[in-house]
C-alpha cells in the first residue's frame, strides 16, 4: 500500500482586513477528501507588496527541497505571486524541482498529466494575477489624486486614533515621507 500523500498548505491574504479562515477551510476540505494528510501550513496574513511574503516562500521552498512534503496545495496561483509570469514560472518550476507540484484549488488544469500545458495556462494566469495588480494599485493611486485634486483629505483626517497600530509601507509611507519633507522644507 501506497504512504498518504504529504502536503503543505500556502495560504495568503492581501490586506490586513482580509483573512485566511475561508482559504484554510477549503484546502483542507480538499485534503481530506483525497486522503492527503497536512504535514505543515504556509499562513501569510499580509500583503506581499513589501516582500515579506518571500521568507516564508523560501521556507517553504527549503521544505520542498528536504522532502518534508509531497504536494503544495495553494488557493489559487496568485497567492503564490502577482510578480508576473517570470517569477511565478520560476516559483512552479523549483517546487517541481523538488518533485513537488503545486495544486492549485481554484484551477483544477494544474493537474494535468502535460507540464507543458500547464505551463502555457500557469503562463496566462500569471499574467492576468499581475495586470490585475497593477490595475489595483493604478486605481488606488488615481482615487487617492482625485480626493487630492478637490481638496479633500487623504488618509487619516487629523486628529484620528487607530484602533491598531498600523503598517507603514508601500506608497501610503513613500506619500507621508514626502508630506514629512515638504512640511520641514516650508
Known amino acids: 500500500m501506497a ?6 498548505l500556502w495560504c495568503r491574504v492581501s490586506t490586513d482586513e482580509q483573512t485566511t479562515d475561508n482559504q484554510l477551510t477549503e484546502l483542507r476540505q480538499m485534503a481530506a477528501r483525497r486522503g492527503w494528510t497536512v504535514v505543515t501550513e504556509y499562513v501569510l496574513t ?3 507588496w513589501n516582500g515579506k ?11 520542498a527541497r528536504l522532502g518534508e512534503y509531497d504536494v503544495l496545495l495553494v488557493w489559487a496561483l496568485d497567492r503564490l505571486s502577482r510578480e508576473g509570469v517570470e517569477a511565478t514560472l520560476g516559483i512552479l518550476r523549483r ?11 481554484q484551477e483544477s488544469w494544474t493537474e494535468t498529466g502535460d507540464p507543458h500545458f500547464a505551463e502555457l495556462l500557469s503562463s496566462l494566469y500569471a499574467w492576468m494575477a499581475h495586470v490585475e495588480s497593477q490595475r489595483r494599485s493604478e486605481r488606488t493611486k488615481a482615487g487617492l489624486a482625485r480626493r487630492k485634486a478637490e481638496g479633500k483629505p487623504v488618509g487619516r483626517l487629523p486628529g484620528a486614533k487607530d484602533r491598531k497600530p498600523r503598517k507603514r509601507s508601500g506608497y501610503v509611507a513613500r ?12
Do not use: C, D, G
Open 175 to 186: 506619500w507621508e515621507h514626502e508630506r514629512a519633507a515638504k512640511a520641514a522644507a516650508s
Open 95 to 105: 517546487f517541481r524541482q523538488h518533485s513537488v507540484p503545486v495544486v492549485s484549488l
Open 46 to 48: 499580509e500583503s506581499a
Open 3 to 8: 504512504e498518504p500523500t504529504r502536503v503543505a
Open 53 to 63: 511574503h518571500r521568507a516564508e516562500l523560501n521556507q517553504a521552498m527549503q521544505s
